[in-house]
């Protein structure tokens, strides 16, 4: 299975930090505290990349290939290059722009501007120019003459031998199986066996802020401000496709407004942006459209999942099978991982057989948990289903059969799962049993409950580094690499750092996320940032604490072991009322600064460290219309520690907003007859609303007080919030109507007629 992140593995003779003693009761992390760029945020005066204007900035646009797939024969720039306000046309023959482009680690498979498009949306041209309106007038005016070829959308049809080739290699890119004990044996000798194909959508990513970049070089100097959710990443592929020194090339991330796994690598549109800066000596802004970025920035494939099952009698799992289809689109990337079946339940028979192929269509990316909530709709549903066949409610199934180890990893122990206590408590929690036995019917309208399972399997890139800088007046500057990208890393990290130091957040300023001023920290996505960065940034503040507390200790006589940090106090434990402020110490101001230098510890040998989660759904049908009303979610969640529990909250109820659209609304459709995209906008692509979201949400957390995982006891959230949502208002249908839906989304006009088909009409 592809990872879309760097390898979690340690790296030999990589400098060590202190081990520090777990956290028991905590003061400040775990509370619900108002973020601390809150009012930033709210009021706009937030500055993200797509507010950004820089003094003689320009604007670029690009052109577009608008056929599935074609050859451009020829690129007519005069016309636009005459134009007002005009400074650079950038197409695949302009000297600098002959950049062969990566998409992945494999080797170029691609050119900036390829002339040869493989899906409509293709980067053919661009243009920069003093206003955006100019830029996009010229870009109109660039006439590209193209050959258009046969093309190919459908995952299967793409395997055909006669299918249009995406690629000279063919369409198929990757095949892959795993497979433990004998599932043959296992499916002959079971008492119960059923399975189906399931079908999930080609889901986008909409970030409130789209894909932009703004780029200015100072001589052979590049600085890139980007919405991003990693800078180290995008500085190493900037240097790559500019063949710079790393040190040459600073990437800035001030606000992300969301990103989702589509702002993880980097996209055509930075590199264009840096050169038509180089060729215009001016700064120049590339924001890329709304539409654009729904034809060209990413997607999550849709996927294909014909899973089988087995189970005995008395409710043990003895089988599981899937077979995994998915497309990347036209360039590489990973659309299928059957992880969360080989994973989530203890199943001595399990085997699994992925392929991925080229289409002509938007390349996949990272997005929200890759590959999981698809896996999750077909896994949990057949889970649901066995449940049922054998007669024994669905909860107390997934409770006899939970993995204990990582079967996928030679049985690899956990650190901690609380995967039992969140089927347990969140089962508790919602009423589930009441809720099973009520009466479903209420006039045209069926009401049920249903839940899901999950898992995620990305443990964090272990390595991060990270300042913290204690001024004379006792305030306290954090620096640290990580992207905030709309989660509350800054209001996290500031809350660690306030517990070991004992200064009110206020008294807390954080850099971040500049290559130029800030350490390294990975990219903010897999759900690792809490997880990677915290111990680092708890082990600065502990070392700021150590240094600090020895000034204090000879400057009041009395050991340093003694000495407690409070309300920006250092406090004598026995002697309460001889509390000194911090700005009072004499050494403190003699130094000006106290620097603390912070490490991530690796990860342990031997063990593995991953969240878990159940989530329930209450919903209610509407069988005149077939409109499902999704009535209340509860999630519970074991991802360690609750460091912020308003972050908590908000990721929690953020990702279960987008399980609704993964289950109920979205769906990037592609048109047969031309291959073109015919939704690529928020009237006709239907991310939900406020109004789709239940009043009545609630978040469980199952802290399994984890004191392996790392120093903090975080285990990330972010992914594991959306895994099971969709899967488990499935099963809620299900349980409400006796309809059960393979093919998400469970749109309203599908329910009519699968109802319809139920009743035989
Ligand atoms: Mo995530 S899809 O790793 O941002």
């Not at 007038?137 to 070829?149: F, K, P, Q, T």
């Not at 060729?279 to 802004?285: D, E, G, L, Q, S």
């Not at 990037?668 to 031309?674: F, M």
Request: net charge negative; proline share 6%.
């Amino acid at each position: 299975m592809k990872h879309y992140l760097p390898d979690p593995d340690q790296i030999p003779g990589e400098a060590q930090p202190q081990e520090l003693p777990p956290w028991g009761e905590t003061r400040v992390v775990g509370r619900s505290l108002s973020r601390v760029d809150g009012y930033e945020l709210v009021s706009g005066t937030a500055v993200y990349t797509l507010d950004l204007t820089l003094p003689d900035m320009l604007h670029a646009v690009i052109v577009r290939c608008p056929h599935a797939h074609a050859r451009v024969v020829r690129v007519e720039t005069s016309r636009a290059e005459a134009m007002p306000g005009v400074r650079a046309v950038l197409t695949a023959s302009t000297p600098g722009a002959e950049i062969p482009w990566y998409f992945g680690d494999d080797g170029p498979t691609s050119r900036l501007f390829d002339s040869h498009c493989r899906y409509a949306g293709e980067e053919v041209a661009a243009v920069a120019a003093e206003t955006v309106h100019q830029a996009w007038d010229a870009a109109r005016a660039i006439e590209v003459e193209y050959e258009v070829l046969p093309f190919v959308i459908d995952e299967a049809e793409a395997l055909e031998a006669d299918a249009p080739a995406v690629h000279e290699g063919g369409n198929l890119t990757e095949q892959r199986e795993f497979a433990r004990g004998d599932v043959e044996a296992a499916f002959a000798e079971a008492d119960v066996v059923l399975g189906g194909t399931f079908r999930t959508p080609c889901e986008l990513h909409a970030p409130l802020e789209t894909f932009v970049s703004v780029a200015r070089w100072d001589g052979d100097r590049l600085t890139v401000w980007d919405s991003t959710q990693g800078v180290f990443a995008r500085q190493q592929e900037l240097a790559r496709y500019f063949r710079l020194p790393l040190t040459s090339v600073r990437v800035i991330c001030p606000y992300v407004g969301g990103g989702f796994g589509a702002k993880l690598s980097t996209g055509k549109y930075t590199v264009i942006a840096a050169l038509a800066a180089r060729m215009t000596a001016r700064p120049v802004k590339l924001a890329v459209t709304r539409e654009d970025s729904f034809l060209s920035e990413g997607n999550r494939p849709a996927n294909t999942i014909r899973l089988k099952a087995a189970a005995m009698r008395d409710g043990t799992l003895t089988a599981l099978e899937g077979e995994f289809l998915g497309s990347v689109g036209a360039y590489p990337s990973g659309a299928v991982s059957p992880y969360l079946l080989l994973a989530l339940y203890d199943c001595a028979n399990a085997r699994a057989a992925t392929t991925e192929v080229y289409t002509n269509a938007g390349r996949a990316r990272a997005f929200r948990a890759p590959a999981f909530p698809p896996c999750a709709w077909a896994l949990e549903q057949t889970i649901d289903a066995l449940a049922e066949e054998i007669g024994m409610d669905p909860v107390e199934f997934r409770l006899k059969n939970l993995a204990t180890v990582l079967q996928l990893r030679d049985d690899l122990p956990y650190t901690s799962i609380g995967l039992r206590e969140c089927i347990i408590e969140g089962a508790r929690e919602f009423g589930w049993e009441s809720a099973r036995s009520r009466p479903q019917q209420d006039g045209h309208l069926r009401r049920g409950v249903g839940m899901a399972a999950g898992m995620w399997a990305y443990p964090g890139e272990p390595r991060a580094t990270v300042f913290v800088k204690l001024f004379a007046d006792g305030s306290v500057n954090l620096n640290m690499g990580a992207s905030d990208i709309g989660t509350g890393t800054k209001t996290v990290m500031a809350m660690v750092v306030a517990e070991e130091l004992g200064v009110p957040l206020e008294q807390i300023q954080i850099e971040h996320a500049d290559t130029g001023t800030t350490q390294y920290a990975p990219a903010s996505g897999g759900s690792q940032t809490v997880v990677v960065s915290s111990p680092a940034v708890r082990a600065a503040a502990v070392d700021v604490k150590g240094q600090l507390l020895e000034i204090a200790a000879a400057e009041l006589e009395r050991p340093a072991e003694g000495l407690v940090l409070r309300d920006g106090q250092v406090v004598p434990i026995d002697d309460e009322g001889a509390a000194v402020p911090l700005a009072e110490l004499r050494g403190l101001r003699q130094r000006q600064n106290i620097v603390g230098v912070g490490r991530r510890h690796p990860h342990p040998e031997g063990k593995i460290a991953l969240p878990f989660c159940a989530q329930f759904a209450d919903v209610e049908v509407n069988t005149l219309t077939g409109e499902v009303r999704v009535a209340r979610l509860l999630a519970a969640h074991d991802s360690g520690r609750v460091m912020s529990y308003l972050t908590y909250e908000n990721q929690v109820f953020g990702g279960m907003a987008m399980g609704i659209g993964f289950g109920l609304t979205e769906d990037r459709v592609l048109d047969s007859q031309t291959g073109k995209m015919v939704n690529h906008n928020w009237h006709d692509y239907k991310i939900p609303t406020a109004k789709d979201v239940p009043l009545e949400q609630t978040c469980v957390p199952i802290d399994p007080h984890d004191t392996e995982c790392n120093t903090t006891g975080a285990k990330g959230l972010g992914e594991p919030a959306h895994i099971p949502t969709a899967a488990a208002i499935a099963n809620a249908v299900y349980h409400a109507t006796g309809v059960r839906v393979h093919d998400a989304p469970i749109t309203a006009m599908q329910m009519v007629r699968l109802l319809a088909e139920t009743r035989g009409d």
